[in-house]
């Protein structure tokens, strides 16, 4: 999975042995070519980040693989929601003048 720069994840695993970081919430602040850094929302015993103004304790460096993109809250996956959530893009484009979208 590739992430980006202010991507909300959760790890998965104790990220480089570090107990703390399971299935714990954070945000992405640097994606390099083996590591990622998250800044959590938890002290996690981690570092400050190297430079990126995160505080102390809470950042530690992933890998791809300890991580999970978080869904928001209240969003949901299934076979009728992609199909209800096109409906209603569609109703709102066409209420506003944009109805580009056609239904087959």
Known sequence: MTFKVGDRVRCITDADDNE??????GT???VGP???T????????????GGWHIEYGHAWD?????LELERPTG???GAGS????FKKLEA???TSGYCSLQSS
């Open 75 to 77: 969003v949901t996956h």
């Open 34 to 36: 083996v590591w990622i």
């Open 28 to 30: 992405v602040r640097v």
């Open 38 to 49: 998250v800044e959590f929302d938890e002290n996690v015993n981690g570092h400050a980040g």
């Open 82 to 85: 992609i199909g209800e959530f």
């Open 62 to 66: 992933c890998r791809p693989e300890d």
């Open 92 to 94: 709102q484009a066409c």
């Open 20 to 25: 703390e970081t399971r299935n714990r919430l």
